[in-house]
């Protein structure tokens, strides 16, 4: 697929072109979760602990929860962008995309802190049982709420 200018990307490309021009970095970021995710199951299941599985499994949906709220601030900031390019506001970008990053990192930071405190009533609330309450623990621990923090 051709290189466009932002300009000729909005101005004379057709519609569906365009679309699909933009469209590709945002389903390669879903493969990219998607295997991450496969990944993550397969290495567990290399273990042989099939109650680590299940906590993988368990914590998985969290997980996706986490991803959407990124994508909320991420997609709905760029979806806004993209139309105040095509309207010729090109000063006020700066400001949506500075509250996108911004405020994406703080309602990441707040859902991380807010699963680890909550993660008791969370985990059963998924369906954790006592065997597989420690390991999705954990890997809430590590994958939602440490790796949910944005990085400073």
Do not use: H
């Not at 996108?100 to 009533?121: D, E, K, M, N, Q």
């Not at 709420?145 to 944005?150: A, E, K, L």
């Amino acid at each position: 697929m051709a290189a466009f200018s932002e300009q000729e990307l909005f101005e004379t490309v057709p519609v569906p072109r365009a679309v699909a021009t933009l469209a590709i970095p945002t389903v390669i970021s879903q493969v990219v979760t998607m295997i991450y995710n496969l990944a993550d199951t397969f290495f567990v299941g290399q273990l042989g602990a099939p109650y680590m599985v299940a906590a993988v499994s368990l914590v998985s949906p969290w997980f996706n929860l986490l991803t959407a709220l990124g994508n909320l601030f991420g997609l709905g900031g760029s979806s806004l962008i993209s139309r105040m390019l095509g309207v010729k506001r090109e000063g006020e970008i700066r400001y949506v995309s500075s509250f996108s990053i911004w405020a994406g990192a703080v309602v990441t930071a707040c859902f991380s802190l807010g699963s680890f405190l909550a993660r008791r009533p969370l985990l059963t609330f998924l369906g954790a049982s006592p065997d597989t309450y420690g390991y999705a623990e954990d890997y809430l621990l590590w994958v939602v709420v440490i790796g949910g923090v944005p990085p400073w």
